[in-house]
């Protein structure tokens, strides 16, 4: 059982709210991963937290946060404002790389749903230096063609072999990027992998992209 090193409550400035969020950090962590919560989640939702367990127990740290204040998530317009989320994220990633116990390390960015379109719009930033980005359940498309075909950071995205729309939508925002990638259909699976075993499978392949590129993080 890996120990934890950290385990703080934090609120990260951004814009003009801060962003409420739960850093862990396992002692010698291989690497960090920033969750960004999909429309109508929060940093409490048990599939993510779920996720984050299973990759303290490889060795990395997690910082599950709330890209969203109560208020603002209330509003259906807000929850799918791509650009505000990707800014939010953004701010977060800017304030762990100048924390003491995060600075050093590699980063990597998990995201669901709508989270997952923030996350590479963040990681198609000139400079950020992503080693990896995971999507859940994601909808990459919204992250827009232009930003995809920007992101260098090695991307997995896992989707529900009965989530036939959204398994679509993985495949057409695929085309656009231009690092290395993988999608994988998780069979049986619905848009929230409640079915037995499919969550488990999504923290498995989750860990094993991270622990890879952490080890040898992309250029």
Same mark, same amino acid.
């Given at each position: ?40 989640? %929060? *940093? ?10 299973? $990759? ?5 740290? @997690? +910082? /599950? ?69 995971? %999507? *859940? ?10 930003? $995809? ?5 090695? @991307? +997995? /995205? ?53 622990g890879h590129y952490f080890k040898s993080p992309a250029s």
């Amino acid at each position: 059982m890996t120990t934890s090193k950290l385990e703080q409550l934090v609120h990260i400035p951004a814009d003009d709210v801060h962003i409420e969020g739960m850093l862990e950090l396992p002692e010698h962590a291989a690497g960090i991963v920033l969750f960004a919560h999909g429309s109508g989640s %929060s *940093r409490h939702s048990p599939r993510n937290n779920y996720v984050a367990r299973i $990759l303290r127990e490889a060795g990395m740290g @997690t +910082l /599950l946060m709330d890209l969203l204040t109560r208020e603002e998530d209330s509003d259906y317009q807000t929850r799918f404002d791509i650009p505000l989320l990707t800014r939010r994220l953004l701010a977060a990633t800017a304030w762990v790389k100048n924390h003491a116990d995060c600075r050093s390390l590699p980063l990597g960015y998990f995201g669901a749903s709508t989270g997952a379109a923030a996350a590479l719009q963040a990681a198609a930033q000139p400079g950020g230096k992503i080693a990896a980005v995971v %999507s *859940r359940g994601g909808r990459p498309d919204l992250a827009g063609t232009d930003a $995809l075909s920007r992101v260098t950071a090695p @991307t +997995l /995205l896992l989707v529900g072999g009965f989530d036939d729309v959204v398994i679509e939508l993985n495949r057409r925002a695929a085309a656009h990027l231009q690092c290395h990638q993988e999608l994988i259909i998780i069979p049986g699976a619905t848009h929230l992998f409640e079915e037995p075993g499919t969550l488990e499978e999504v923290a498995r392949q989750a860990a094993a992209w991270f622990g890879h590129y952490f080890k040898s993080p992309a250029s």
